[in-house]
Structures are given as C-alpha cells and as structure tokens.
C-alpha cells in the first residue's frame, strides 16, 4: 500500500502507497528508482510528461475508488478494486513501481543475518524484495489479493512469503514476532477513524529487541485531498506504543514530489 518514495536526483489494512509515479521517481506505471519525478517537475522532457501524466492518472484512480469505498463504509475495500481494475487494464496503481523508494534505500538497515521481517502492505512486493537482498527472512503482506498475485508472479523465484492478510485483523501468530517491522506508507491511506487501531497493530508486530521503520507522508501539495493523507507528528509518536521507544524522528524533504515532506521515523523494543 501502499505514496512511493521521492527520486534520487538523477529515482491499508492498507495496500501499497497512495501517491504517483512521479513522487516515487520510477519510470514505469507508478514506479521509486529513475528520474521522472524531477525532470517531470522542472518541466522535462516528452516522456516525463507522458510518466507524470499517467502518475496523475493513477492517483485520480485511486482516489476516486477511495471516495466510493469510504462513501459505502469500508474504508480498505478499494485497494482490491484499485488492483483488479489495473490488472484488467481500466486503472492505474500510482505506486506500482519496480524498486524500493529512496529513503528506504538510503537507510542504513543493519544485516537481516536471517532474522525475520514483516513488511505491512507489500503491494507488487517492491519493499519486500529489498529487505529481503539484506538477507532478512521476510513475510510480506496486503490486504488486496490482486496484489499479492502481482508480487509473486513479479518475483517468482523470490524467498519471501507473500500473504494475503487484514492489518486490522492480523494473524494472532504475528504479535511481538518481527526483528524488523517496515510500515511504508500504508497508515497514511486510511481514514483517521481508523489510524490510531492501525498504529498500535503496527507495534504490535515488532519483536523484543526489534525494530519498526515508518515511511509516509508529512506534506503534500494537495492539503485535504486524498489518499494520501499526511501523518501529524503526533500520530508518528504514536507509533510508540507499549514496549516501544522512539530512536529517531526525520523530516526529510522530497524535491520534485507531490509529497513535499516525508517522515522517517525509527522505534525499538
């Protein structure tokens, strides 16, 4: 779920990352790795333009497919709608990108050495895949089987155990059994009626001794309109639940990105 990370200069239960093609910098259908987003910022050139404007597509998509789930009260149904219409080719998912976002890759992550991570709304399984190159024994999920199809046929040859699961309603398997718990801006595409459940899901996972990374939004440019809606501070700190304490808190900004401001926070137990 779930918006993808800014470029490189010269790059919900929640599913995937609201947000587009050119916040996550990918060149493909909402992909982060590439250069769209910024050369589609300054102006660009032709096929910039053509990347942004299937990115802005994608987004409409997903917030239009929003609007009507959280209109019928189902504030997580949309994803598999999202998904399934992509995958028959009337949609666009604005955060189907092929690499991990910057501010992912640029976190010094320490060696998986084997240990086990989860990855909350893995989408096409882009995050997933990285953690898992660090060696870490990943489980990987969404809410949307759509998605989840997406991720396996993607990387068929990959170790990571890709599932379908609700993030509001967990396997109970999951509690406190994580060394690394990656929550890549899925909280960020729900509605704040629900957010604070989902944060303390979300810690619940982490292991003694573990870790949890927060990616998501502090910023757009599009305030009120969503998915994304951005996290306050107070809702990152809340992060920290029982057993929890916060180890850093970055306001990191995203040139050339919708998203203009991103948080990376960091906690452990």
Do not use: K
């Not at 990987?140 to 155990?161: K, N």
């Not at 573990?210 to 306050?232: I, K, N, Q, R």
């Amino acid at each position: 779920m779930i918006a993808p990370e800014p470029p490189e200069p010269a790059p919900v239960a929640a599913s995937g990352d609201p947000g587009s093609a050119a916040d996550s910098g990918e060149s493909a259908a909402a992909a982060p790795s590439g250069d769209s987003g910024v050369a589609a910022a300054s102006g660009g050139s032709e096929p910039d333009r053509a990347n942004r404007s299937v990115a802005d597509s994608g987004t409409a998509d997903a917030r239009r497919f929003a609007a009507a789930s959280l209109a019928a009260g189902d504030p997580t149904g949309w994803f598999e709608r999202l998904y399934a219409e992509a995958r028959d080719g009337h949609a666009t998912v604005p955060w189907d990108v092929p690499a991990a976002g910057v501010n992912l890759r640029e976190f010094a992550l320490a060696p998986g050495d084997g240990r086990r991570a989860l990855v909350v709304g893995c989408g096409n399984g882009r995050d997933a895949e990285h953690v898992a190159a660090l060696g870490y024994s990943v489980t990987a999920f969404d809410i949307s089987a759509t998605a989840i199809e997406l991720a396996r046929s993607r990387h068929p040859e990959s170790a990571v155990d890709y599932r379908v699961a609700d993030l509001l309603n967990p396997p109970p398997e999951w509690n406190r059994t994580f060394d690394l718990v990656l929550e890549s801006n899925n909280v960020q595409a729900l509605p704040v009626e629900i957010r604070a459940r989902a944060i303390a899901t979300i810690g619940d996972f982490v292991a003694p001794g573990g870790t949890l990374l927060v990616l998501a939004a502090a910023a757009t440019d599009s305030p009120g309109e969503g998915p994304p809606w951005p996290l306050s501070r107070a809702e990152v700190d809340a992060f920290a639940g029982p057993g929890l304490r916060p180890v850093s808190v970055e306001e990191l900004p995203a040139p050339g990105s919708r998203l203009l401001i991103r948080w990376r926070a960091v906690f452990s137990r």
